[in-house]
């Protein structure tokens, strides 16, 4: 089984406050778009679970894997052990506000639950609101990547909308050298004080009202943020953020050539990794 794992970004991001639980109150779209981790799994014969990763310019340990943990979350819930050779070939950047640890791991709370069916006619093993828990013990963006479509989400992360007919546009992604790590921009930002939020219904309305509240002690902490979000302004993007909490910064394109021409333009000037790709209306993990 090959599965394939999408990146996302945040047309609009607000932070409105801490809670009580440790975490933050946000408002904010996500939006999958077309970079993909892969997941290659199989069955084995002896009786353990074989989990590696490569193409990852990161390391950590077996257990602290996204993947491992969902793994090992699902054993819990559900009795089961999971016996399998699994391999995830890292192409999203770590560290970038772009959702890959998140996306992976509910791609394999999905695919556990498909696996270990009790039919072939049954859709899972365990029903969608335990599969929600269960991603939500595992981080606040996991719950989105069960089912990877353009959404409105409040809360922490637990309260999702789905939008339909979000309007599509074409994206060039920029990730520096560094990762920038959640935690700490969130002891570093600001909050909001607003009550009510933008609707998108087209690209306009996307242009006109792209935030992200990171960006502020981003900037302060990381100029070069700022310079690569003047750069795809500068190359044609119609709107450029900071994606999440950091460090890739994305430009949304309304035209594929226009998109074309500046991924020429940027790839030569060596600022980072960057990516070519366009926003999902929705994604399928089988």
Do not use: W
């Not at 009786?47 to 894997?65: G, Q, V």
């Not at 506000?97 to 791991?105: F, I, K, P, W």
């Amino acid at each position: 089984m090959k599965i394939f794992t999408p990146a996302k970004i945040n047309p609009l991001l607000y932070i409105l406050g801490k809670r009580k639980d440790g975490y933050h109150d946000i408002f904010m779209h996500m939006v999958p778009v077309g970079i993909y981790d892969i997941l290659k799994i199989s069955q084995n014969r002896v009786e353990k679970l074989n989990f590696s990763m490569n193409k990852a310019n990161f390391y950590i340990e077996r257990e602290e894997n996204l993947v491992v943990r969902a793994i090992r979350i699902f054993e819990r819930e559900t009795g089961k052990k999971v016996f399998l050779n699994i391999n995830l070939e890292k192409r999203i950047p770590s560290g970038a506000g772009l959702g890959g640890g998140s996306g992976n791991a509910a791609a394999m709370l999905c695919a556990l639950n498909y696996f270990f069916r009790d039919s072939i006619e049954s859709q899972g093993l365990l029903n969608s609101k335990i599969l929600f828990k269960l991603a939500l013990e595992i981080g606040s963006d996991v719950p989105f990547f069960l089912n990877p479509v353009p959404s409105e989400i409040f809360g922490r992360g637990e309260k999702i909308s789905q939008l339909r007919y979000y309007p599509k546009f074409f994206v060039i992604i920029i990730k520096p050298s560094f990762s920038i790590s959640t935690s700490e921009a969130y002891k570093q930002c600001n909050f909001s004080r607003k009550i009510s939020f933008p609707k998108i219904n087209s690209i306009d309305d996307i242009k006109f009202n792209m935030t992200n509240e990171f960006e502020k002690s981003l900037f302060n902490q990381y100029p070069i943020l700022a310079e690569m979000k003047s750069l795809l302004l500068k190359n044609g993007a119609f709107g450029a953020l900071v994606s999440g909490s950091g460090s890739a910064v994305f430009g949304a394109f309304k035209e594929k050539k226009h998109q074309n021409q500046a991924f020429k333009s940027i790839a030569c000037l060596q600022m980072g990794e960057i990516f070519s790709c366009e926003t999902l209306a929705n994604h399928s993990y089988f």
